[in-house]
């Protein structure tokens, strides 16, 4: 087989510098495990409108598709709030996912011991905690038709159009279920089939899905708005949740809070499984571009680290190295290593973006 491709896409803010601590990691792989990756590096977002006049260049496009995994960093800022609409940062990633067609992000949210404390709910509220997020993401309101902000007499009408296809449900629902029965083999699907009609018809599907193809799976329904409230009450009840695009959006930033920062949550974009067999695929953190702490060297590598991590096991099978990283960064978290997003205000010294990487490159050394 040749040599596996991954498109490194940093983008704004502390977009490329939480990206530089996760090529440590792919060079330290190459070096310790010889696990050689064919990496490439191009602009996205406002990075890529500097420089092109447009969030996501054609041939960067095309790079993407191509890629056996894209990984990104994030995007966006005030510098770019005065752009048009269409050329702003957020656009080249809502075009990457779209064309690539990657209608499934896994958001896992998954608490560190070392972290229980640290959360703003009750230690056993979220200690153990590990869930995994299903957000739908290629379509929903933020892709539906029509849409637009339209002159209606004297007054401006904003508007976005929530629509769902059968199939679009169907895939994701998929999806969920077999992401359940790897783990503790539970969905709860999440919609407001009391005010939506696209909840009603997601409601349905995911329950003829079920009752088809996972009747060994348990399901669940919640609308939306009590999920939220039960992800801050007790959310252990949760194993794997499925949703919409903007439901997800929201729940899963909901859901950073339980591990103690949104410094700490990865993802996994994934799409339907390309020549190889293996899925398209695009991982980055939950977070953004943090532009109040941005170029500070204060930002938190762990959710882009751990997005990688995430990487290694969807898209290149490499199930025991992703786990080996993974507790890497258990251990480090476990040793009292922090960046400042997970202190308190009690005067202890948090270390920088680099060195929470290096101490990562050194726990994953100690684990040869
Ligand atoms: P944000 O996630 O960038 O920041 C929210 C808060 O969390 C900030 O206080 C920030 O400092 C903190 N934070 C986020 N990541 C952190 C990290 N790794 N370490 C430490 N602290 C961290 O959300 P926002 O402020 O609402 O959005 C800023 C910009 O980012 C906007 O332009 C938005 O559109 C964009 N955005 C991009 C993505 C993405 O690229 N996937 C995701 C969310 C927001
Ligand atoms: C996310 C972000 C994006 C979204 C933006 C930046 C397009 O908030 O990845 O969670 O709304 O999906
Ligand atoms: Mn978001």
Not at 140 to 145: M, Q
Not at 160 to 183: C, D, G, H, M, P
Not at 272 to 286: F, T
Request: net charge negative.
């Amino acid at each position: 087989m040749s040599t596996p491709s991954i498109l490194i896409l940093p983008g704004d803010g502390i977009g490329p510098e939480v990206m530089a601590e996760v090529v440590k990691v792919i060079d330290w792989f190459g070096e310790k495990r010889d696990l050689k990756f064919d990496v490439s590096h191009d602009l996205v977002g406002g990075a890529a409108y500097d420089k092109h006049g447009t969030p996501l260049a054609d041939e960067t496009m095309e790079k993407a598709q191509k890629a056996d995994a894209v990984l990104l960093g994030a995007v966006g800022g005030p510098k770019y709030d005065v752009l048009d609409f269409s050329v702003k940062p957020e656009r080249g990633l809502l075009r990457l996912r779209k064309e690539m067609d990657l209608f499934s992000n896994l958001r896992p949210a998954q608490c560190f011991d070392a972290l229980a404390d640290f959360s703003s709910l009750k230690k056993d509220v979220v200690a153990g905690l590990d869930i995994m997020i299903v957000r739908e993401l290629t379509s929903g309101i933020y892709f539906g038709e029509p849409r637009g902000i339209i002159k209606e007499g004297n007054e401006r009408v904003g508007i976005n159009t929530q629509r769902y296809t059968e199939s679009e449900i169907a895939r994701v629902a998929r999806s969920a279920f077999e992401l359940a029965r790897k783990r503790g083999n539970k969905v709860c699907s999440m919609e407001k089939a009391n005010v939506m009609e696209s909840g009603i018809l997601w409601r349905d599907v995911v329950t003829e899905i079920h009752q088809a193809e996972y009747a060994d799976v348990e399901l669940s329904h919640m609308y939306a708005d009590a999920g939220a409230m039960q992800l801050c009450r007790w959310p252990k009840q949760f194993d794997v949740i499925v949703t919409d695009n903007l439901f997800g959006d929201l729940l899963s930033d909901a859901a950073a809070m339980l591990t103690g920062s949104l410094g700490m949550l990865p993802s996994a974009s994934l799409g339907a499984p390309m020549d190889n067999g293996r899925p398209k695929a695009l991982y980055e953190p939950v977070h953004g571009s943090a532009p109040d702490i941005a170029g500070q060297g204060k930002a938190n590598p762990i959710a882009c680290i751990l997005s990688f991590a995430m990487a290694l096991r969807y898209s290149f099978d490499l199930g025991d190295d992703a786990t080996r990283l993974e507790k890497a960064v258990e251990k480090v978290l476990a040793d009292g290593v922090r960046t400042a997003d997970l202190l308190g205000e009690d005067g202890a010294t948090p270390v920088s973006t680099s060195e929470m990487g290096d101490k990562i490159i050194e726990a994953l050394t100690a684990s040869l």
